[in-house]
């Protein structure tokens, strides 16, 4: 089973940047999504992104957010501006069709 391993997170401001990666094992899932689980919610899934580029962005994070992918390095990017407190939490990466493993995330905190 592929497993990924992220990466980037940190403590930023208000308004701040991050660039987050996702490292697969072997090779990327045909839909790759980006999950957050903030503090005392259920992880969902903010942006995914299929082999042929077409993206999705949940409503929260729709125009600040910008999910890539680099098949031949396997790996899954999350750019993420104009940070705001509420896109603390643990982002994960993932199959979007297989759920069942997940690695152990990469904390992001937004905080003044």
């Known amino acids: 089973q592929v497993q990924f391993a992220e990466s980037g997170g940190g403590e930023v401001q208000p308004g701040g940047s991050l660039r987050l990666s996702c490292v697969a094992s072997?090779?990327?899932?045909?839909?790759m999504g980006w999950y957050l689980q903030s503090p005392g919610n259920q992880r969902r899934i903010i942006a995914r992104?299929?082999?042929?580029?077409?993206?999705y962005y949940a409503d929260s994070v729709k125009g600040r957010f910008t999910i890539s992918r680099d098949n031949a390095k396997k790996t899954v990017y999350l750019q993420m501006d104009s940070l705001k407190p509420e896109d603390t939490g643990v982002y994960y990466c993932?199959?979007?069709?297989?759920?069942?493993?997940w690695g152990q995330g990469t904390q992001v905190t937004v905080s003044s």
């Open positions: 993932n199959n979007v069709y297989d759920t069942s493993s």
């Open positions: 072997g090779s990327l899932a045909y839909s």
């Open positions: 992104i299929r082999d042929s580029g077409t993206t």
